[in-house]
């Protein structure tokens, strides 16, 4: 054969002829090297642009690629469970309800050979600047941070338009859409597209109001979690100012805990993550003034901390929910482990008889605080009219000195 002989692809008759010839030259397996391999690659580069030129490609729709991928390989949502973490987001991703987080991509593209930009569902020169396109700036909610005096000081500043103003605060801590400054993961229970805005608002304080304590952080090292540190920050709750000691025991150990309360409309306890050097933050929102509340929030926190939180992803917790994601899962089974150990619970008068009296003598036994006692009773048995009076309401807020919506 002549290599010469092959010329640009200009019919569909002479389209199919490569075509034929190509599939019979693959069929020989021909030698690298010789003639036949090098008139094999000619014609294969000839098919390409003819194809790509007669046939684009438009850059699929990411759920449509997953959906076709699973009916390719006979796969079923619950095969997908290891690659999005719970069922119930395996259907939401599917059904357009959730979308698609960095994590996922990764999992997915690794997992199912989905290219990271179908994922995206963009090309990948697009994305960044696609990305800034779609914030809507003006969804921020903007008054509400106006009257916590987050944007005190940049209202000094000549700002041209709402968005710069807002624009200029997320920037200041480095959060920014769309930028390798602002690539984080959103996990957590508390997410969800409607309140977005509200929430990376609220993260974007937390980062600044962390990075305000540095200077006062002790040094950190991740070696410093275990069972014993978590139990040894839970006997804190047994002193009368036990959330302020928890909070200087977490600082001492280089992990910064900031206390802001959650904006309207959004259903947040906590978050945890790391800022871009690497400092492990800590946020508490407060949303319900009460010390069992407190204690769990915080321990699920620094648990999430120990096991889950990587560079780029953030936990927004709302602990009210029912999760199955298999990380919350596990924060939570550390947690209860750290607060009640599971043995001391089983065997106690206050999970088989419970009384003020027996919830007294387990909380003396294990030296924490009779709220975490009662508000486990109360969770494991759904009845949240049990125990009022010793979970502690109303007894947070005040020791961090918190009126109307600031520390």
Request: net charge neutral.
């Amino acid at each position: 054969m002549i290599l010469m002989d092959a010329k640009v692809i200009r019919t569909e008759e002479q389209h199919q002829e490569y075509l034929l010839e190509v599939q019979n030259l693959i069929t020989k397996n021909p030698q690298p090297g010789s003639g036949a391999a090098e008139r094999l690659e000619l014609l294969s580069v000839l098919v390409e642009a003819y194809e790509n030129q007669k046939f684009p490609i438009e850059v699929p729709d990411p759920i449509s690629a997953i959906l076709f991928r699973m009916q390719e390989q006979g796969l079923r949502q619950a095969d997908l469970i290891p690659y999005f973490g719970t069922r119930s987001r395996v259907s939401e991703v599917l059904s357009r309800k959730r979308p698609l987080t960095v994590n996922m991509i990764r999992a997915i593209s690794s997992g199912l050979g989905i290219s990271t930009e179908t994922l995206v569902g963009i090309e990948p020169a697009e994305v960044a600047q696609s990305a800034r396109d779609k914030v809507d700036w003006s969804s921020f909610p903007i008054k509400e941070m106006v009257a916590r005096g987050w944007l005190q000081k940049l209202t000094n500043k000549t700002v041209e338009s709402t968005e710069d103003l807002v624009r200029s605060f997320i920037a200041n801590v480095g959060v920014q859409f769309g930028s390798a400054a602002f690539r984080r993961t959103i996990g957590g229970d508390a997410y969800s597209p409607a309140t977005r805005y509200a929430l990376y608002a609220w993260l974007a304080r937390v980062i600044q109001r962390a990075r305000e304590r540095k200077s006062a952080l002790g040094s950190f090292d991740r070696n410093v979690f275990s069972q014993t540190f978590l139990r040894e920050l839970a006997q804190l709750s047994w002193f009368e100012h036990g959330p302020v000691l928890a909070v200087e025991f977490l600082e001492k150990h280089g992990i910064a805990v900031v206390i802001e309360p959650n904006l309207k409309g959004t259903l947040l306890d906590g978050a945890a993550l790391h800022d871009n050097d690497g400092m492990p933050i800590i946020g508490i929102t407060l949303r319900f003034d009460r010390l069992d509340n407190f204690w769990f929030t915080l321990l699920h926190e620094v648990s999430h901390l120990w096991k889950h939180v990587v560079t780029e992803e953030t936990f927004l917790d709302n602990l009210d929910a029912s999760s199955d994601d298999r990380r919350e899962l596990e924060a939570n089974r550390i947690t209860k482990e750290a607060l009640i150990p599971r043995v001391s619970w089983k065997r106690s008068d206050a999970y088989l008889n419970p009384s003020s009296q027996a919830i007294d003598r387990l909380s003396r036994e294990l030296k924490i605080h009779p709220a975490i006692v009662a508000g486990r009773l109360r969770k494991e048995r759904e009845n949240y009219m049990i125990f009022n009076e010793l979970v502690g309401y109303g007894q947070v807020r005040k020791l961090f000195n918190l009126t109307g919506v600031e520390v």
